[in-house]
C-alpha cells in the first residue's frame, strides 16, 4: 500500500518508488503539508515537531486558538480569511457576503485504484499499476462548504496525482472566486524556477527564473492554455543539470486559462499555486452542488530534469492518452498545408498521393479549404459541407481514389471556430462568443463558437460525425485557431458569464470525450494555431499533437526540446518541410530536417511534385530508417544529452526499455564563426556491460563506453546533423 495514515499521531504518508509526501492533522483538525521530497524511511513521531519553531514568533497573529497564526504554518489547502494572509488556494463569497473559509478535516478513505473526475480530462489506472488513492474530507462548519481533497499515487511511475472536489452542503449559494488545484510548499529558498513560454512558431521555450520574495507567476488569459505560456512549472535547485540536482516538477492537465506560481513568503518558504485561474473567474455553487477542479501531477526528481521528464512521458504515455493508438505506430503522412495551402482541385490531390505512395509515405491529409466557399481564411468555418468546385468526387470519393492508390486518407477541421461570412453565422449569430452591444474583434477573420451551450456541443458533435462518417477517413487533424475577445456568452445569465471560460473546456471535452469514442478507429490529432494548446489536457483525447506551425529544423530543435520536458515524443508530431522553409526562409539539408523530424511522430509538410526523383528517393529512404527506429524513439525513454538553450548544437537519445537499443539525434543550431572542434557526446542510460552494435555494421561499443567516454561528432558545420542507431548483441 503506497498510502498510510498512522493513527498514533495523524500522519498521512503517500510513497513513490523514490518520493514521499508527508501530511499531518495539527490538533486532530488541520492539515499541514510537513515533507516532499526523496524517499524516507523514518518520520518524527509527532506533527508537532515537523511544524516551524517561529510559531511564537512576536509580530505573528495568535490565530483562532491562541497557539499559532496559520499564516506560519504550511497548510495543506489554504483557503482565504484567517490569519493565514498569503495567496491562498481558495477563496469564496458567501451569501451574507462573508468571505472566510476554515476547513478542518472531517474524514478520510484510502483506496486502491483511482476514480475518473467527472467532465475532466485525468490520468487512470490499470490493473497491476499500484495506483493508491486518498480521500481527506474537509469543511467549514459554519458555511457547510465541504472539500473533498483526492489524491493517487502511480507508486512504479514515481508521481503523485491531486485534485480536489467541492460540495455545497449548506443552504445558500457560494461564490467562488479562485480554487486552486495545487498548493505545495518548500521550506528553504534555495530555488530557480523553470517554465516553458513563447508565441506563435516560438512555443514552449525553456525559461529560468531565481524564485525571490514576492510572487512570479505564468499564466493564460486567452481561453486556451496558449502558445505563450505552458501549465507546467519545475523548482529545481541551481544547477540542476539533466543527470544531477533536485527539482520538483508540477503539471496541470487542463486546457483553459490557468496559473502556475511560486510565492516566496517572509520567512523563505516557497508556496507553489496552480490551477484555473482566478483572473475573471467566478463560480456559483448552488446548495446541493459539487465543483471539480483540474489534476495535477507532482513529480520529484533527485537525478535532475531527465528523470523528471521520464516520469512525465510514461505517465502522459500510457496513462494519460488512450484508445489504440495509445502503443501503436502511426501512419506516416503527408499533409497538404505547405504543399499547396488553399490552392488544390481533387487532381493535384490525387497527384500528391501518387507521389507520396511512391515514395513511402502512408496517409494523405487534406488539411485546410475543402469545405464552403473557402479559398482563404476569410469565410466558410462552420459550414462544414464539402467544396464539390474543388473535389468533385465528394470526400467519400476523394477518399476512395486515395485508398485505391494505397494510402490511407486523413482530413483538417476546426470545429470549435465559425467565421462572420458562413451560414452558420446567418442561421446562428448569437452561437459565437461575444459580449452584447459590443463589435466582436476578429483573429483571423474568425470568431469562438460558444461551447458552454449544449446546442452548440451538439452541432460539433454532428458535423465532425457526419464529416467523418462521408467516407473512409482515417485521421482528424483538429485545429483551433483565435484567442478569446469580449468574452461573453449570449446564453448564460448575467451572474454566471465569468463562468464562461471554464464551461467552455468543459463543454469541449464532452464533444472530444463523445467523438474519440464514437470513432475509436479514427486517429485525432490535436493542433491550435501550431503548438497553441498542447498541454496534458488534450492528450486525453489526441494521443498526437502539431507541434509547432514553425517546421523549420532548426527552430524546431529549441521548440522540441523544451516541449519534451513534459511532453512525450510519442505525441510529438515532428514534419519534414521544404527548404527554403516556409516560415522564416532558412536553407537546411534534407537529411537534417529529416533527423530533427525523426525524434518525434515524422510526417511530411511539402509539395512532393516539385521534388525531383532522387528527393523521392531520399524519403523512401528516410521513412524505411524511421520504421526500424521508431519503437526506440516513440516508446523508448528519452535521455537530453546537449541542450540548444545553452550550446551550439542539440543531442536528444532514446533508449527502448528493456535497453536493448538506442537511437540518437545530434544537429548543429549555430552560425559558424571560425572552424568549430570536434564535439563529444557521452550517452546515457544503456546497460554498461552490453555491447552496442550500429545498424551499418561499422562500430560497437560497451555501455559503459558510450556512457563515459561518448562519440565524436565531427561535422561542426552550420546545421549538419547525425542520427546513430545502436542494438545491443
Ligand atoms: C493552422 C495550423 C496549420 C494549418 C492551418 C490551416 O495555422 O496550425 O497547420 O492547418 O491552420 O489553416
Known sequence: MSIKFNENNNVFILSTKNTSYIMGLLKGKHLLHLYYGKKLSSFPSNVESMIPSRLSASGSASGIEGGFSSDLLPIEYPTYGSTDLRTPAFHAVYEDGSATTNLEYI?????????????????????????????????????????????????????????????????????????????????????????????????????????????????????????????????????????????????????????AGAEMDTYDNIRINMGINPFGFNWKLEPGDTFQIPELVSVYSENGFGHMSRCYHKLYRKRLCRGKFRDTHRPILLNSWEACYYDFNEEKIINLAKKAKQAGIEMLVLDDGWFGKRDDDTTSLGDWYVNRKKIPSGLGGLADRINSIGLKFGIWMEPEMISPQSELYKEHPDWCIAERGRESSLYRNQLILDLSRTEVQDFIINSVSSVLSLGNISYLKWDMNRNVSEKGSQNLPVDRQQELSHRYYLGLYRVLDVISKQFPNVLFEGCAAGGGRYDPGMLYYFPQYWTSDNSDAISRLYIQYGTSLVMPSSTMVTHVSSSPNKQNGRITPMDTRANVAMTGQLGYELNLLELSDDEILQIRTQIDAYKKYRDTVCFGDMYRLKSPFESDCSSVSFVKDDKSSVFVMICNSFVMKHLSPMLNIKLQGLDPKGVYVSDDGTMAYTGEFLMNRGLYFADRRDYKSEILYFEKQ
Open 107 to 259: 474524514s478520510h478513505t484510502i483506496y486502491d485504484g483511482k476514480k475518473e473526475l467527472s467532465g475532466l480530462p485525468s490520468t487512470y489506472s490499470e490493473s497491476g499499476d499500484d495506483v493508491t488513492s486518498l480521500e481527506i474530507k474537509l469543511g467549514d462548519k459554519r458555511t457547510r462548504l465541504e472539500v473533498m481533497l483526492i489524491y493517487s499515487v502511480y507508486e512504479k511511475f514515481d508521481a503523485i496525482v491531486r485534485s480536489v472536489n467541492f460540495i455545497n452542503d449548506g443552504y445558500g449559494t457560494i461564490n467562488i472566486k479562485s480554487a486552486l488545484s495545487q498548493c505545495a510548499y518548500m521550506f528553504d529558498k534555495d530555488f530557480d524556477i523553470v517554465h516553458l513560454s513563447g508565441g506563435y512558431g516560438t512555443e514552449r521555450l525553456i525559461n529560468k527564473t531565481k524564485v525571490s520574495h514576492g510572487i512570479f507567476t505564468v499564466d493564460s488569459k486567452r481561453m486556451s492554455s496558449s502558445h505563450h505560456h505552458s501549465p507546467f512549472i519545475a523548482l529545481a535547485r541551481p544547477n540542476v543539470s539533466e543527470t544531477e540536482g533536485e527539482v520538483y516538477g508540477f503539471s496541470l492537465i487542463y486546457s483553459g486559462d490557468f496559473i
